[in-house]
């Protein structure tokens, strides 16, 4: 798809590029926030148990873990 520069368009074919995009958004199916918000809420309370960010890293498998200390003479 070729790029289109905005400024070299007249403001005619801003507004038809402008109504077409509104013609695309007005068939977009909308959901209230409400509902998104409890959906997200038990799909994130629903892996928590094997979330290694809530869970955290058992030392044994923490490939961040230091391997010795820093000595400083």
Do not use: H, W
């Not at 038990?42 to 200390?69: R, S, T």
């Amino acid at each position: 798809m070729p790029v289109i520069n905005i400024d070299d368009l007249t403001d005619l074919d801003k507004a038809k590029m402008e109504v077409t995009q509104l013609k695309l958004e007005v068939k977009l199916e909308r959901a209230k926030v409400s509902k998104c918000c409890e959906e997200i809420t038990e799909y994130i309370q629903g892996g928590a148990d094997e979330d290694p960010l809530v869970k955290g890293i058992p030392e044994e498998k923490n490939p961040f873990k230091e391997k010795g200390g820093c000595v400083i003479c």
